[in-house]
Nanobody, 121 residues
Framework: QVKLVESGGGLVQPGGSLRLSCAGSGFPFSTCTMKWWRQAPGKERELVAVINASPGTNYADSVKGRFTISRDNGQQILYLQMNDVKPEDTAVYYC???????????????WGQGTQVNVSS
């Protein structure tokens, strides 16, 4: 059974820090590109950060220099370290595991249930 379970969300003051975690199981975690997305009320889902299997990373311009994505393949956990948070970072954060189709396997595309982050004084 595939599972992606996020944790670590909550209320944080502007300028503060928060670390999100996403525990994966039931799929080949280490071979997947892992992503953090977020969705604020009334807005479309936005890609925040990506870490591939190499691992290489990419970030949205809005979080570059403040957020760090990392992974522990042994524990099958994805992280998002959020520093110097701003009110506009308020959103539900989702982790996503993705691997493209190969000659022998279908595309993998799994999502967690999300964790709420509120940045407010």
């Amino acid at each position: 059974q595939v599972k992606l379970v996020e944790s670590g969300g909550g209320l944080v003051q502007p300028g503060g820090s928060l670390r999100l975690s996403c525990a994966g199981s039931g799929f080949p975690f280490s071979t997947c590109t892992m992503k953090w997305w977020r969705q604020a009320p009334g807005k479309e889902r936005e890609l925040v950060a990506v870490i591939n299997a190499s691992p290489g990373t990419n970030y949205a311009d809005s979080v570059k220099g403040r957020f760090t994505i990392s992974r522990d393949n042994g524990q099958q956990i994805l992280y998002l370290q959020m520093n110097d948070v701003k009110p506009e970072d308020t959103a539900v954060y989702y982790c996503n595991a993705w691997r493209p189709k190969t000659m022998w396997t279908a595309t993998l595309d799994y999502w967690g249930q999300g964790t709420q982050v509120n940045v407010s004084s």
